[in-house]
């Protein structure tokens, strides 16, 4: 399994790839929602403001990782992460864990404080993250879902509470993301 920087080339597989597998894990609306999020990400968010990383598998992309900036008042640097994706027929094998433990590295890299995500407690605390309050990290929209908030310091400390507005990237500022 190799893991590497999306490219332009790819874009058109990397959508149908995170189509099929929120296809069939929610179905066709989840799944064409998911697939137009990653594809204005990939064309229409300024790339100082996106990271995405691929999963490859012999040529073929099996998975998928989008992080997008979140800015505070405070310029504190983080980003989210979301969404997520390993095609349905690769599930299972720990590409996903490895796949976030790859983004995760590289945004560490870039000097990156933060990284919050919304989702599964269960599967996300596998790979660091913690559950978390809007007194901590306020959510950019509001949350439908609050026990899914989740965050974690790429510094290894505690994460304090950042006071002020939060904000996204224009192509996350949809109520049903949130």
Known sequence: MDFSIYTSEQIEEI?????KTFTDSE?????RLIGDLTYDFMTSTKSEDLYGFVAMDDQKIVGGIFF???AFDNGTRAFIMAPVA???????????QKLIRYGLGKLKEEGI?????YGDINFYSKVGFQKITEDII???????YPEGWLAQSL???QLHPISGRTYCVEELKKPEYW
């Open 15 to 19: 959508r149908e790839m995170f189509v």
């Open 27 to 31: 179905g066709e609306s989840e799944g």
């Open 68 to 70: 997008s900036r979140l």
């Open 86 to 96: 390993v095609h349905t027929d690769f599930q299972g094998q720990g590409i996903g």
């Open 113 to 117: 404080e933060i990284v919050v995500t």
């Open 138 to 144: 306020k959510a950019p929209l509001k949350l439908s």
């Open 155 to 157: 510094l290894g400390n």
